[in-house]
């Protein structure tokens, strides 16, 4: 599959593949590339403040570094269990 790399061709395919080319309430427009911090950057480089920071379960913004490296710790030991665990 080609890379997709604009802003204008992301919307393309989410109109194709998502109902109402999106989710929720947001502008179907929109489509993010990253996040750092407290600021997102759509696919044509355009910055904006993220307002809504994953509707409030990110508090400490987009890559904190201390999250980060917690995460990558307990990947390879599992992400999801039914049972008890120690996680």
């Keep these: 599959m080609d890379r997709i790399s604009t802003q204008s061709e992301w919307q393309q395919r989410a109109r194709a593949v998502l109902p109402a080319g999106g989710f929720g309430n947001f502008d179907a ?7 750092i911090g407290s600021r997102i950057w759509d696919m044509d480089g355009n910055e904006y403040v993220d307002y809504l920071i994953g509707s409030g379960p990110m508090l400490l913004g987009h890559g904190h570094p201390e ?8 990947l390879p030991k599992g992400q999801t269990f039914f049972a008890n665990n120690t996680l």
């Excluded at 427009?29 to 996040?35: E, F, L, N, Q, Y």
């Excluded at 490296?69 to 307990?74: I, K």
């Design 67 to 74: 999250v980060m490296e917690a995460v990558l710790e307990q």
């Design 29 to 35: 427009g929109m489509i993010m590339d990253r996040g």
